[in-house]
């Protein structure tokens, strides 16, 4: 089994930056692509971002390309999310997960979900 625990969400005006941040229990992360995905209440889970094993390959929905930067620490089992010009639009909860398999951009493609942490932006 593997834990995830994102971390790094609040409040912030619009305009501003978050970093999240997604510690990995476990001797596998190293070898497993990511992604974080979001959620507001009522509302389906919404791909973010991905990135492979090695950070070298990174795949953004079209909604945060150019304001949203993932990477990842192996050495620390860690996953990064850099949330840049935040919007209120951009105020849901996020989650990393662990990607298994197809496509990456939907939910039922990734197991080991984390508790989500709140990221709530003002206008």
Known sequence: QVQLVESGGG???AGGSLRLSCEASG?????????WFRQAPGKEREFVAFI???????YYAD????????SRNN????????????????????????????NYRTPNS?????????????S
């Open 63 to 70: 909604s945060v390309k150019g304001r949203f930067t993932i």
């Open 27 to 35: 001797r596998t992360f190293s070898s497993s692509a990511m992604g």
């Open 75 to 102: 050495a620390k089992n860690t996953v990064y999310l850099k949330m840049n010009s935040l919007n209120p639009e951009d105020s849901d909860v996020y989650y990393c997960a662990v990607y298994v398999i197809d």
């Open 110 to 122: 990734y197991n080991y979900w984390g508790q989500g942490t709140q990221v709530t932006v003002s």
């Open 52 to 58: 492979n094993w090695s950070g070298g390959i990174t």
């Open 11 to 13: 409040l912030v005006q």
